[in-house]
């Protein structure tokens, strides 16, 4: 059947040939299913339309979900531009040290400049750590904290992100073990939306090759997300894996590990 939607012909067609396919009319019709959702009140409650029907969630006409998608379009640009106000703000002020009052040392290379209050903002960790300091206007100049687990260029990572929400966009140009000590030092420092970035990045890079590795990090950071999907790994590819020549390294430094991973594939063995 041509349809009037998604037919090279659409726009050569006129009443009363118009017609729907199967395809566009389910797609039109989650859609509206969406849109409607999205009216509901958290109490369960629907909003009221002047297009929607008293007790009834499955009335939006076409017209009304199309206006209801180009709202929700306005929303996520005025949301987009009001974080690239705040980004842009923070960023450039740390970028280019402006007023910054303390100094972040890594365990190799040179401090970076930072300002107190955007890690105590960002972190309950560095608020704690920083609350001993004696409030004044402006800290004294040789005032500092030190992360040692960080090289610098893993606490200009941590530090962009803290200030701009990111800084890991390039997925590709990030190397794993920068991903790693992020990971673990926002489990560390507590900093969940860093997490979760992080364990999202790493799920999607586990392979093979990498998957010890992987778990002896989700271990570390206790990320069950990232762990389940390494050991899932793990258990498709066992024999490479096991077999593996940094599988004997592992297990020397991971006896637990080890030991849940002979358990994971007695069971899966029994359970065929």
Aim: net charge negative.
């Amino acid at each position: 059947m041509d349809c009037c939607i998604c037919s090279p012909m659409a726009t050569m067609y006129r009443l009363p040939r118009n017609a729907i396919c199967a395809h566009c009319y389910q797609g039109a019709k989650a859609i509206i299913a969406f849109l409607n959702k999205d009216e509901q009140e958290e109490d369960g409650s629907v909003k009221s339309r002047g297009s929607m029907k008293p007790n009834s969630c499955s009335t939006m006409g076409m017209r009304d979900a199309w206006e209801k998608v180009k709202e929700m379009g306005d929303r996520e640009e005025t949301t987009n531009q009001r974080a690239d106000f705040l980004e842009h703000g923070f960023g450039l002020a740390w970028k280019e040290g402006m007023h910054t009052d303390i100094v972040v040392k890594p365990g190799i290379g040179p401090p970076i400049p930072a300002h107190k209050a955007i890690l105590a903002a960002r972190s309950e960790i560095f608020r704690h750590m920083l609350s001993d300091e004696e409030q004044c206007i402006k800290a004294p100049a040789d005032d500092a904290i030190s992360l040692p687990e960080l090289s610098h260029d893993e606490l200009f990572l941590l530090l962009s992100f803290l200030y701009t929400g990111g800084g890991l966009d390039d997925e590709d140009d990030v190397p794993e073990r920068h991903l790693h000590a992020l990971l673990v030092a926002a489990d560390k420092y507590d900093v969940p939306f860093l997490r979760r970035d992080c364990e999202a990045r790493l799920a999607a890079r586990v392979e093979p090759r990498n998957v010890l590795r992987t778990l002896e990090v989700a271990d570390l950071s206790s990320s069950a997300v990232l762990r389940e999907r390494a050991m899932d790994t793990v258990l498709e590819h066992a024999e490479q894996v096991v077999f593996s020549p940094e599988y004997e390294d592992f297990a020397v430094r991971n006896v637990g590990l080890c030991v849940e991973i002979t358990r994971a594939l007695l069971a899966k063995t029994n359970a065929a």
